[in-house]
């Protein structure tokens, strides 16, 4: 079975081709003057659409937009703004075969997996928030002192400035977006201009579902120019990103110069640790699936494996097994288990450091190679017996690799986990609870899995520690990046003389 076709709503004429509107702002599609792009299918080259590139000027407008939109969606009532992502949900479920044939031609995904994670996934994300915005109730704190009674407020923090990734473009526009205006935040979002149709997608149908025009505006361009305009813009009120860990400093560093907050969701090199009394087959196969999710383009994904010495062979020699029989090729092909890379200089960037690895000592058990595909294709790969201080075992490769070293003992073990500046997300593969229950503890990373890697739902938090970034994704967690806080404080005496008066004049 093959995709449906790449939406056509958001399609302007321009001359005697069509362009495909990069912007989306105060409620309409909006063909910009900025420079041509390409959005290209990486698993064959074909240019899936053209597009003309935002531009900062757009940005000014976009903001301006979500600051006049902001106050009547903000004063919304919770139940109003339930009713319109109510809607989105529904709206989203309808229009899953083109958000599907959207997300698999821009990022070479195979079909599979965004028909049965990221387009479910996103969806329920939206249901979920639709419900969470019934439940935000400020608090009733009554009287701290005798003079006073207080209570909570919990406001729309305001403009939310956004910056979303590549290799989940749907899903990571939901994360950022669905929160914030569940919690009465008008939103500008930056989709990666390698991947941003599901994203306007996302904001047409949002308009159908009832948004008031100007709450979700959307600006693709490139980082270094509209990523950095919005990030440093003063007119928004908090940045949010998804990104790398490097791109993520400097758009704290422009957020911060007008005190603006920011919540960072940025790279990870999640350690595996597979104890000597775990399950072997579940850990060899967790360990494929969790270091080949959308061909390892993940910040999540399992990519080191540090294994009981006693099981180290027979782990090495199994996944090395099950790797070499992944189907890689055609993502519309319902059959395929991998598909390409985002892009072909992507793929010279992970063959690169293969290359390295092997040159300092690793042992490369299976892949290694780009198969004879056109696309931006690599196998999946297996390094085994690396060096702790190597760079396939220290950063971030963001591609289908796996690389592999035994430890001694549990306290070899954390020590290894722990060994590196990310703390994103991490997996324990073991039958002892208390085991696991140490694991959990003492591993620093923002989930910790036990006996699995991968799986997140609405309901619960996502976001790392350290060098990975910190603010939570999903859950109601969230809604604390996208909430002010006040504290009412008033006066039940009526008496115009207060007692603290004399702290500053004595007589009256």
Request: glycine fraction near 10%; hydrophobic fraction near 45%.
């Given at each position: ?72 969606w903000a004063t919304a009532t919770p139940v109003d703004r339930a009713t319109v992502l109510t809607k989105l949900a529904e709206l989203a479920d309808s229009h899953a075969e083109t958000l599907i044939a959207e997300e698999v031609s821009q990022t070479g995904k195979p079909v599979r997996l965004a ?394």
């Open positions: 079975m093959r995709c449906g076709t790449v939406n056509a709503m958001n399609v302007v004429a321009s001359g005697r081709t069509a362009t495909i509107a990069s912007c989306w702002i105060d409620g309409a599609p909006v063909v910009t003057g900025g420079p041509l792009h390409r959005v290209v299918n990486p698993a064959n080259n074909a240019t899936v659409v053209e597009l003309a590139l935002a531009t900062p000027e757009d940005v000014d407008t976009a903001v301006a937009s979500a600051r006049s939109a902001l106050r009547g028909t049965e994670f990221d387009i479910p996934g996103s969806i329920d994300n939206i249901a979920f928030f639709a419900s969470a915005a019934r439940h935000l109730e400020g608090k009733a704190t009554a009287e701290y002192s005798g003079d006073h009674t207080s209570s909570i407020r919990r406001e729309a923090v305001g403009v939310v400035a956004t910056i979303t990734p590549w290799n989940y473009p749907l899903q990571m526009a939901v994360w950022k977006v669905i929160p914030a205006l569940a919690a009465g935040c008008s939103v500008v979002i930056k989709p990666a201009e390698l991947t941003p149709l599901t994203t306007l997608t996302l904001a047409r149908i949002a308009r159908e579902a009832g948004l008031p025009d100007g709450v979700l505006n959307v600006v693709t361009g490139a980082g270094e120019d509209v990523g950095a305009a919005l990030a440093g813009h003063p007119d928004v009120d908090v940045v949010t990103f998804t990104g790398s860990t490097q791109v993520g400093r400097k758009v704290m560093a422009a957020a911060a110069v007008h005190g603006h907050r920011t919540q960072l969701e940025l790279g990870g090199k999640a350690p595996f640790v597979v104890f000597d009394d775990a399950d072997l087959d579940a850990a060899i196969q967790g360990a494929v699936a969790g270091s080949l999710i959308n061909t390892g383009q993940d910040c999540t994904a399992a990519t080191r494996a540090i294994v009981a010495r006693d099981l180290y062979a027979d782990f090495v020699a199994g996944v090395g097994e099950v790797m070499g029989k992944i189907v890689v090729g055609d993502p519309e092909d319902p059959d395929t288990d991998l598909g390409p890379l985002i892009s072909a200089a992507h793929r010279v960037k992970v063959a690169g450091m293969v290359e390295r690895a092997a040159g300092q000592g690793g042992r490369i058990v299976t892949g290694g190679v780009a198969p004879d595909l056109p696309g931006a294709f690599y196998r999946p790969t297996l390094v085994a017996d690396v060096d702790e201080s190597s760079e396939i075992y220290r950063a971030e490769v963001f591609g289908p690799v796996l690389a592999v070293r035994e430890f001694t003992d549990d306290d070899d073990a954390i020590r290894q986990a722990n060994d590196t500046d990310y703390g994103l997300a991490a997996s324990a593969w073991t039958r002892d609870v208390y085991r696991a229950q140490r694991a959990s503890r003492e591993i620093n990373a923002g989930c910790v899995w036990i006996n699995d890697h991968i799986p997140i739902i609405s309901e619960m938090p996502h976001g790392g520690f350290g060098a990975s970034g910190f603010g939570k994704d999903m859950s109601a967690y969230s809604f604390e990046e996208y909430l002010a806080i006040k504290h009412v404080m008033s006066d039940i005496t009526t008496v115009s003389e207060k007692p603290w008066h004399r702290t500053v004049f004595n007589k009256r």
